[in-house]
């Protein structure tokens, strides 16, 4: 078996791993836009021979997730190679790119080539030529988020895709890495807070309890995070309903939220019948009651939070956007006032989730990506492991 990681050696974001059987099967593991930073050009054209240009010479591309760092250069793929993604991961990015064309961002034509997705579910296996993939679902900040096990020729390879195990759902991962996974030859595992030197990280469910003392002291709220970051907005509806404060959103958001009720039997995605959307209709309402609002950077939010000048505002996703050298600071800082507070955790592994993921699976290669300095992994101190250091292109025998 052959590993190529064409892209995501030595940057967060952007991944493209390639899995190759000895009789010549070929799968794509992810096949990500570059994340905006300082040291990627999230511009520059990622091109692979069979995969991007013709004539088509992989069998198949698979996903972890929906972040745009992972799915979203779908649409530079040839049509005639299949694409899969979890069944909800599916839908939950139909309802963001059909907002996305709806604003021009994105062509009607890339917004129906996601009709075309094939999709997958745990606990089953996919199985393409003499590869045989195994969906591991995981904890992360994007909901429905897998880890694949790939296995072919007799090796067993462990891909990691994001995760971490301090969310709503991170005691699992654990658990279910023992059972479905257990010894693997390889592990090709991401190392994103390896160079960010992050040493703690709060809980999901501590920031639920943070999130409840600021709604419980202030009575107006906006908060800023990701649309798409379900088990974080579950999180500050939790609290808000607890401070007894009404949630409010957008069409656009309440949709969303609606879909992961309906699929969901867990008591934390009752969004159904408790979340509102912005209209004239509850502004009295709003002032009365109290309120926490979803906010994303756009005209509608800022006319809605002039209305209320005596609000506080949340900012819950990556710091880091908010710094001078990236392209996201420009409309951010339009947005997001000096006296902002800051709430909001990694969803990424901490050092000791990383270290334990790597003692459970007991690889004897790990091919770290998804991570700026991979020379960092060395420190996780693993015994018989060789950390691959490789380049992007380079062919990985195991
Ligand atoms: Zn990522
Ligand atoms: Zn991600």
Not at 35 to 56: E, R, Y
Not at 199 to 226: G, I, N, P, R
Not at 236 to 262: G, M, P, T, W
Not at 380 to 398: S, Y
Request: overall charge neutral.
């Amino acid at each position: 078996m052959k590993i190529i990681v064409h892209r995501g050696t030595h940057q967060i974001g952007g991944c493209v791993t390639e899995i190759q059987s000895n009789s010549g099967t070929r799968i794509i593991i992810d096949i990500g836009e570059n994340l905006p930073s300082s040291n990627v050009d999230k511009n520059c054209d990622f091109k692979l021979d069979g995969l991007t240009q013709k004539p088509a010479k992989f069998d198949a591309v698979f996903i972890t997730h929906y972040h745009g760092d992972h799915i979203g250069l779908y649409n530079k793929i040839l049509p005639e190679i299949p694409i899969y993604v979890g069944k909800v991961s599916k839908e939950i990015y139909k309802i963001l790119q059909t907002r996305l064309s709806k604003s021009h961002i994105i062509s009607e034509d890339d917004l129906n080539l996601i009709d075309n997705f094939k999709t997958y579910c745990i606990p089953y296996k996919k199985t393409i030529k003499d590869i045989v993939i195994t969906p591991i679902a995981v904890d992360h900040s994007a909901f429905d988020a897998h880890m694949f096990l790939i296995e072919c020729d007799g090796k067993r390879v462990l891909h990691t895709g994001d995760f971490r195990t301090h969310g709503q759902r991170g005691s699992k991962v654990f658990e279910a890495i023992e059972k479905y996974v257990g010894k693997v030859d390889c592990l090709i595992c991401e190392g994103t807070t390896l160079s960010r030197n992050t040493e703690y990280f709060m809980t999901e469910h501590q920031l639920q309890q943070e999130a409840k003392k600021l709604f419980d002291e202030h009575k107006q709220v906006f908060v800023m995070c990701s649309s798409t970051n379900i088990d974080r907005i579950a999180a500050l509806h939790k609290a808000a309903l607890a401070s007894n404060r009404l949630f409010v959103c957008d069409n656009y958001q309440k949709e969303l939220l609606l879909y992961i009720d309906s699929i969901s039997r867990s008591p934390l995605y009752k969004f159904k019948d408790r979340v509102l959307s912005y209209g004239k209709n509850i502004y009295d309402l709003m002032q009365e009651k109290g309120f926490v609002m979803l906010v994303r950077a756009n005209t509608f939010s800022k006319k809605i939070m002039k209305k209320f000048p005596e609000s506080k505002f949340i900012y819950s996703q990556w710091e880091g956007y908010l710094k001078k050298d990236f392209p996201e600071y420009e409309y951010l800082q339009k947005m997001v006032p000096e006296d902002y507070i800051y709430l909001h955790t990694s969803g990424h592994a901490d050092f000791n989730s990383l270290k334990q993921v790597a003692q459970i699976v007991d690889p004897n290669i790990l091919v770290p990506i998804h991570c700026e300095d991979p020379s960092n992994f060395e420190k996780l101190d693993l015994k018989n492991c060789k950390i691959k250091l490789a380049v992007d292109g380079e062919e990985i025998n195991i």
